[in-house]
Antibody
Framework: EVQLVESGGGLVQPGRSLRLSCATS????????MHWVRQAPGKGLEWVSG????????GYADSVKGRFTISRDSAKNSLYLQLNNVRPEDTALYYC??????????????WGQGTLVTVSS | QSALTQPASVSGSPGQSITISCTGT?????????VSWYQQHPGKVPKVLIY???KWPSGVSSRFSGSKSGNTASLTISELQAEDEADYYC??????????FGGGTKLTVL
């Protein structure tokens, strides 16, 4: 069974930083692309960032480029998202997702339950 | 990276077929055969239905089918069932290691 468990969300003030973690089991982060996708309350899905199996390709949405950093740890089979200089519009449920294969572009298959980030003073 | 355009809502009766459109640009849908579709029931995580325009992941019903023409991709659901009532999202590769989602379509089964 594939499991993804996100953590690290919470209430954070504008301009501050936060690090999201995603611990996975059942698959290896070395074998698949991985992504972060967010969903603001009552809104649609927004792709945030993705990383290939070997970290050779990394992409970011324009809305987070320069502020967020994605990374992975093979030894811990985990995915991370560093959020810097957060804004109120970053408030959302952040999902960690396994890609369908090693490439960023194929699609998104296994989703975690998400971790909620709320940016407010 | 502008969001792909989907109708806000569609509806159909059980047994009918419906189609949801997803319009992008020459920078995403029009250039890459890398469109995927997702179903999300309220309070649940999304589920992939289609990838690479018209391929089925393992375990997905063939009642869901995908196609593409020019800058517009489409998801067709045949033999509509009550359990198909959900939100549907398209997603396309947009170059430069980026993906872009559509705004989502709410399907109501009458």
């Amino acid at each position: 069974e594939v499991q993804l468990v996100e953590s690290g969300g919470g209430l954070v003030q504008p301009g501050r930083s936060l690090r999201l973690s995603c611990a996975t089991s059942g698959l290896s982060v070395d074998d698949y692309a991985m992504h972060w996708v967010r969903q603001a309350p009552g809104k649609g899905l927004e792709w945030v960032s993705g990383i290939t199996w070997n970290s050779g390709n990394i992409g970011y949405a324009d809305s987070v480029k320069g502020r967020f950093t994605i990374s992975r740890d093979s030894a811990k089979n985990s995915l991370y998202l560093q959020l810097n200089n957060v804004r109120p519009e970053d408030t959302a449920l952040y999902y960690c997702v396994y890609g369908l294969d090693q490439q960023l572009w194929t699609g998104l298959e296994y989703w975690g339950q998400g971790t909620l980030v709320t940016v407010s003073s | 990276q502008s969001a792909l355009t989907q109708p806000a809502s569609v509806s159909g009766s059980p047994g009918q077929s419906i189609t949801i459109s997803c319009t992008g640009t020459n920078s995403d849908v029009g250039t890459y055969n890398l469109v995927s579709w997702y179903q999300q029931h309220p309070g649940k995580v999304p589920k992939v239905l289609i990838y690479e325009v018209d391929k089925w992941p393992s375990g997905v019903s063939s009642r869901f089918s995908g196609s593409k023409s020019g800058n517009t991709a489409s998801l067709t659901i045949s033999e509509l069932q009550a359990e198909d009532e959900a939100d549907y999202y398209c997603c396309s590769y947009a170059g430069g290691s980026t993906l872009v989602f559509g705004g989502g379509t709410k399907l109501t089964v009458l």
